[in-house]
Structures are given as structure tokens and as C-alpha cells.
T-cell receptor, first 111, second 115 residues
Framework: GQQVMQIPQYQHVQEGEDFTTYCNSS?????IQWYKQRPGGHPVFLIQ?????EVKKQKRLTFQFGEAKKNSSLHITATQTTDVGTYFC???????????FGKGTLLTVNP | NAGVMQNPRHLVRRRGQEARLRCSPM?????VYWYRQLPEEGLKFMVY????????ESGMPKERFSAEFPKEGPSILRIQQVVRGDSAAYFC?????????????FGPGTRLTVT
């Protein structure tokens, strides 16, 4: 079955430092989505990547989809305290509805 | 346009009781997903439904758990004879009828506590 590894599990940074989380799949993906969940809150959709090698930017956030469509990364430049939360990737396999969330990366930011 | 609604937000049940969790998708959405989240852990897919159909229930425990999404009314996740290990946050999400490749909109979740 589809396996996903998301690293790191935790990341603590000083405000202004950069942050990156990675998702790696054991199988080729049709697309990947990223979500953010604030402490005590619910996941909120950030972005979807579909094409091989795709790069998308949202202000200080940069999302990449690997050439082989088996891995993805989310990079935050110059973190702020509002970036605190857990970032999850959501993987969908190629030919079925199987949905798998990564375990998430909890980001904490020291002001 | 109201978002995804879930109720109750908090539910306390004693071991052996039944828990019923409700989810009303966003207006116009016909796809519903249920996820379970244990404390300090990620979300685990349970079931994917369209109106009156279960499309994928591969993440649902075989016993005590069932889900439905009737033609009228909310989607229901039902847990019979709850045990302590069922304590978790249960989130539902909905997506437009164009399919599961589109973003999911999550409800606020139901926090189930089994005493």
C-alpha cells in the first residue's frame, strides 16, 4: 500500500529563520495537497500540486512537487509567530481514492 | 456560504454507549470524508462517501464503526459500544462534486471522550 514519510516531526525556530518540511511517498502520486492545522483547530487547505516539477508560491511559502511525483516540500521564508501550527501533506494515489495524510510537522516559532 | 458543520463539538460517552457524530458538508458539496486524529498525531483517513454511497471505507475499523451519507440530511459516523481507545478528534471534510482531487474543506471536529 501507499506509504508516506513526512519529516521532520517537530521543528522549533527563532522568528525570522526559515523552515522546510518534506513529504516522501513510496508510490507515484497523481497530486499532493498541503494543509495547516493551528493548535486546537482544524486543517485548512493551503495548496495543491499536480504537475511534475511544479513550484508554487504563496507570499513567504514555496511549495515544490518532485520530478518523479513522489516527493514534495513546503518552505517558509522568514517565519513569523503566525506560522505556528502543524503542516500536513495529503497524498492521493494514482488510480484510486486512497488518501493518506503525512504525520505532520509541528512548527513552533520563538518570538 | 456556511462552512462544514459538525456537531456536537464535544461528546462524552461512557464505555459501551453509542456515539453519533454528524457532519453537514458545504452547500453544493457531495463528497464527504471522515478522519480520526489522536492527540499529538496526524489525521487518519476512515471513510469516503458520496450521497447514498460508500466509496472507500478502507480506513474504517471492521467492527463497531459505520458511516452513512443519506440523500437528505447530514453524514453520520456511528460508533457502537465505545471503548477508551475511541477517544479522539473526529474531523469530517467535504469537497465539490468535481471529485476527490480537489481541496477538502474541514469542519471544526468533534472531540469524543470515552470515560
Amino acid at each position: 500500500g501507499q506509504q508516506v514519510m513526512q519529516i521532520p516531526q517537530y521543528q522549533h525556530v527563532q522568528e525570522g529563520e526559515d523552515f522546510t518540511t518534506y513529504c516522501n511517498s513510496s508510490t507515484t502520486l497523481s497530486n499532493i495537497q498541503w494543509y495547516k492545522q493551528r493548535p486546537g483547530g482544524h486543517p485548512v487547505f493551503l495548496i495543491q500540486l499536480v504537475k511534475s516539477g511544479e513550484v508554487k508560491k504563496q507570499k513567504r511559502l514555496t511549495f515544490q512537487f518532485g520530478e518523479a511525483k513522489k516527493n514534495s516540500s513546503l518552505h517558509i521564508t522568514a517565519t513569523q509567530t503566525t506560522d505556528v501550527g502543524t503542516y500536513f501533506c495529503l497524498l492521493r494515489g494514482g488510480s484510486n481514492y486512497k488518501l493518506t495524510f503525512g504525520k505532520g510537522t509541528l512548527l513552533t516559532v520563538n518570538p | 456560504n456556511a462552512g462544514v458543520m459538525q456537531n456536537p463539538r464535544h461528546l462524552v460517552r461512557r464505555r459501551g454507549q453509542e456515539a453519533r457524530l454528524r457532519c453537514s458538508p458545504m452547500k453544493g458539496h457531495s463528497h464527504v470524508y471522515w478522519y480520526r486524529q489522536l492527540p499529538e498525531e496526524g489525521l487518519k483517513f476512515m471513510v469516503y462517501l458520496q450521497k447514498e454511497n460508500i466509496i472507500d471505507e478502507s480506513g474504517m475499523p471492521k467492527e463497531r464503526f459505520s458511516a452513512e451519507f443519506p440523500k437528505e440530511g447530514p453524514s453520520i459516523l456511528r460508533i457502537q459500544q465505545v471503548v477508551r481507545g475511541d477517544s479522539a478528534a473526529y474531523f469530517c471534510a467535504s469537497s465539490p462534486p468535481t471529485g476527490p482531487s480537489y481541496e477538502q474543506y474541514f469542519g471544526p471536529g468533534t472531540r469524543l471522550t470515552v470515560t
